[in-house]
């Protein structure tokens, strides 16, 4: 399976809407945020479990109370343009990239841990791609994007600056079909990958 990482950090700023901030950032305290770790089963409610079979499981396991992650946010795409993905970039046989997919993920350290420092986040980045890297899945990839996290404010009334992870994976096939079925055994790897890279 190909995996990459890369950052997009933005400079400080006091919260998701301040001026000044040019990259993308997490919002862990968006108002229609569902905590799946309070509440697991409603992963099978969420609109984009209905569009890629297989996300609320992992998704649950994701936000277990063995997992040291988070999620804050997911979408799914049911049809990327070809100009939205290049089939090289996903070991992809010229006949396997008609039909193209893909999702993405907002990962958090859970509980206490957190990353703090870009070097903690690029850690997990690399231990992640390594494990994917090493499975024998064509036609995928995750990209992980190391961002800006604001997880709402603390009982001080600050808006802390923390990092958090999305990622996006992407797979293709000659069928829709097929390309569906390659997305849900990329999201299982990602989701033991993450298990592996904890121990």
């Given at each position: 399976?190909?995996?990459?990482?890369?950052?997009?950090?933005?400079?400080?700023?006091a919260?998701?809407?301040?001026?000044?901030l040019?990259?993308?950032?997490?919002d862990?305290?968006?108002?229609?945020?569902?905590d799946?770790?309070?509440?697991?089963?409603r992963a099978r409610?969420?609109?984009?479990?209905?569009?890629?079979?297989?996300?609320?499981?992992?998704?649950?396991?994701?936000?277990?109370?063995?997992?040291?992650?988070?999620?804050s946010k997911?979408?799914?795409?049911?049809?990327?343009?070809?100009?939205d993905?290049?089939?090289d970039?996903?070991?992809?046989?010229?006949?396997?990239?008609?039909?193209?997919?893909?999702?993405?993920?907002?990962l958090?350290?859970s509980?206490?841990?957190q990353?703090?420092?870009?070097?903690m986040?690029?850690?997990?980045?690399?231990?992640i791609?390594?494990?994917?890297?090493?499975?024998?899945?064509?036609?995928?990839?995750?990209?992980l994007?190391?961002?800006?996290?604001?997880?709402?404010?603390?009982?001080?009334?600050?808006?802390?600056?923390?990092?958090?992870?999305?990622?996006?994976?992407?797979?293709?096939?000659?069928s829709?079909?097929t390309?569906?079925?390659t997305?849900?055994?990329?999201?299982?790897?990602?989701?033991d990958a993450?298990?592996?890279?904890r121990?």
């Open positions: 399976m190909e995996a990459d990482w890369e950052f997009e950090v933005g400079p400080d700023a919260g998701p809407d301040a001026a000044g040019d990259a993308p950032v997490i862990a305290a968006w108002p229609g945020l569902v799946l770790q309070r509440e697991p089963e409610d969420l609109p984009e479990a209905g569009l890629l079979p297989g996300l609320a499981e992992v998704l649950i396991k994701l936000n277990s109370i063995a997992s040291l992650v988070r999620t997911c979408d799914v795409w049911t049809g990327l343009d070809a100009d993905f290049d089939p970039e996903l070991d992809a046989p010229p006949d396997h990239s008609a039909h193209a997919l893909g999702c993405y993920i907002d958090l350290p509980g206490s841990r990353w703090n420092l870009p070097e986040a690029a850690d997990e980045s690399k231990r791609c390594a494990c994917l890297r090493a499975i024998p899945l064509r036609c995928c990839r995750a990209d994007v190391i961002r800006r996290a604001f997880v709402g404010a603390d009982p001080a009334g600050e808006q802390p600056v923390r990092l958090g992870i999305t990622a996006y994976l992407t797979s293709c096939g000659e829709s079909a390309a569906l079925r997305l849900q055994s990329a999201l299982a790897a990602f989701a993450l298990s592996t890279t121990r």
